[in-house]
Nanobody, 114 residues
Framework: VQLVESGGGLVQPGGSLRLSCAASGFIFRNYYMSWYRQAPGKERELVATIGYIGGSTNYADSVKGRFTISRDNTKNTVYLQMRSLQPEDTGVYYC????????WGQGTQVTVSS
């Protein structure tokens, strides 16, 4: 299993970013996918999860209405569209899926700062 995140960067408060996670090594359409994040000095937290065909999504209360998770099973890719970003959204964002084990990407840094 390989998960490769991209799309992070530096953005001003109120700005937007779209993260991508390219997956390989497993049958992507058969697995739930999630995004986690870890802020400096804090534990890793679940941000959003999406079901097999995208019909089921769940979000952390802190991102509801601002972030949207989606997937393209033809491209084996999951996305996280982030809007109205705030400094507290700063952290490393990780792509995750559970097959028979926990699988993590290497992470992509998101920094929200003026």
């Amino acid at each position: 299993v390989q998960l490769v995140e991209s799309g992070g960067g530096l953005v001003q408060p109120g700005g937007s970013l779209r993260l991508s996670c390219a997956a390989s090594g497993f049958i992507f359409r058969n697995y739930y996918m999630s995004w986690y994040r870890q802020a400096p000095g804090k534990e890793r937290e679940l941000v959003a999860t999406i079901g097999y065909i995208g019909g089921s999504t769940n979000y952390a209360d802190s991102v509801k209405g601002r972030f949207t998770i989606s997937r393209d099973n033809t491209k084996n890719t999951v996305y996280l569209q982030m809007r109205s970003l705030q400094p507290e959204d700063t952290g490393v964002y990780y792509c995750y899926t559970y097959t028979t084990i926990r699988n993590w990407g290497q992470g992509t840094q998101v920094t929200v700062s003026s």
